[in-house]
């Protein structure tokens, strides 16, 4: 199923930037999917996951794959952006072409799509985002 594939996606992706020992020595575990009211800084959020199943051209109604395209942020209170780039470009180093293991799908790709970086004056913080496309398909 292309949704279950996005879950087992997500908790890939989570396992993987945690396990980083690099992005760590940043954020330790602090990882989120939502964080905490009192979070600390720096840290990453797992954001919006878009998925678009793949179209197979039968007409069997055969869940082939799907198309995910996720975002990520960092989140940072230093003065400037230089953090928040070193942050960005450490979980660049995790996902970008990573060869995570899905229950129940293959992941076929994971790239970087695109990055930018600018201040989030609510939370006076500087945030980073980072898009990453996937494509999965659903073992037989």
């Known amino acids: 199923m292309t949704l279950s594939a996005s ?13 980083d020992a690099p ?3 940043f954020v330790s575990n602090r990882i989120y999917d939502r964080p905490p009211p009192d979070v600390i800084f720096p840290f990453v959020t797992l954001g919006d996951m878009e998925v678009i ?4 051209g039968e007409g069997l109604g055969v869940d082939a794959g799907a198309t ?7 989140w940072s209170r230093k003065n400037g952006r230089r953090e928040t780039k070193e942050i960005m470009s450490a979980v660049y ?4 072409n990573a060869a995570l293991s899905l229950p ?3 992941l076929v790709s994971l790239q970087f799509e695109r990055g930018s970086i600018g201040f989030a ?11 990453f496309r996937a494509y999965t398909e659903t073992n037989p």
């Not at 199943?53 to 197979?56: E, F, H, K, M, R």
């Not at 995910?68 to 960092?74: A, E, I, M, P, S």
């Not at 180093?93 to 970008?96: A, K, P, S």
């Open 7 to 19: 879950w087992a996606l997500q908790q890939a992706m989570h396992a993987a930037l945690i396990a």
């Open 23 to 25: 992005l760590g020595g």
């Open 53 to 56: 199943a793949a179209d197979t």
């Open 68 to 74: 995910h395209r996720l975002t990520l942020f960092v």
């Open 93 to 96: 180093e995790v996902l970008h």
């Open 104 to 106: 129940g799908h293959t």
């Open 121 to 131: 004056g609510e939370a006076e913080a500087v945030r980073g985002q980072l898009r």
